[in-house]
Structure formats: structure tokens, C-alpha cells
């Protein structure tokens, strides 16, 4: 059974920098990456990172993001930078193995203004 254990969200002021974690036990995956919902929206990829760091991103937070995945901790990071209100919204760890996707439970990140 897979589990992924995120964490790092919490609330921040406009400008501010965040960290987020997502540890997955099982095997190693093609894929991980971060996805976000906010209140009454879809959920939205915000970037995505393969086994040979092949990093795909979001337009709105291109510049601002940075992925990152450790293979030997089967971990995911995501480094969060000038932020905005609108990047206030739940954050979803999801990995991928060929059509296997799972996801985290999800962690609140909250921009204040």
C-alpha cells in the first residue's frame, strides 16, 4: 500500500517562502509531483518532476517554485517563493507509476496579504 506523508504548509505572508515535503513509502516512482485546489476551483497542477529531474510547472508559478526530488529518500519537495494570496490553496502530493496515481491527503498553504 502506498502512502504519501506530506508536510510543510502553514500560513505566510505575501512575499514569503514556504517548503513542502511529500515522503512516499513503496517503490520509486516515474513521476511526482504538486498539485493545488483552492476553494471553488478545480484542482490545478503546479509542477511535476520525473526520475531524471525532467520538471514541468504551472505558468503562474514559473520563477517562483522550485521541484525537487530526492530518489534515495523517495521524497518530493516543493520550494515556494515570493508568494501570493492566490497561491493560497490546498497542496496535493501526487506520484505516478505507468497508469498507477495516488495522492497525498493534502496540506493548507494560506498567503496573507
Known amino acids: 500500500q502506498v502512502q504519501l506523508v506530506e508536510s510543510g504548509g502553514g500560513l505566510v505572508q505575501a512575499g514569503g517562502s514556504l517548503r513542502l515535503s511529500c515522503a512516499a513509502s513503496?517503490?520509486?516512482?516515474?513521476?511526482m509531483g504538486w498539485y493545488r485546489q483552492a476553494p471553488g476551483k478545480q484542482r490545478e497542477l503546479v509542477a511535476t518532476?520525473?526520475?531524471?529531474?525532467?520538471?514541468n510547472y504551472a505558468d503562474s508559478v514559473k520563477g517562483r517554485f522550485t521541484i525537487s526530488r530526492d530518489n534515495a529518500k523517495n521524497t518530493v519537495y516543493l520550494q515556494m517563493t515570493a508568494l501570493k494570496p492566490e497561491d493560497t490553496a490546498v497542496y496535493y502530493c501526487?506520484?505516478?507509476?505507468?497508469?498507477?496515481?495516488?495522492w497525498g491527503q493534502g496540506t493548507q498553504v494560506t498567503v496573507s496579504s
Open positions: 518532476i520525473t526520475t531524471d529531474s525532467i520538471d
Open positions: 513503496g517503490s520509486i516512482f516515474s513521476s
Open positions: 501526487w506520484v505516478r507509476n505507468w497508469s498507477l496515481e495516488y
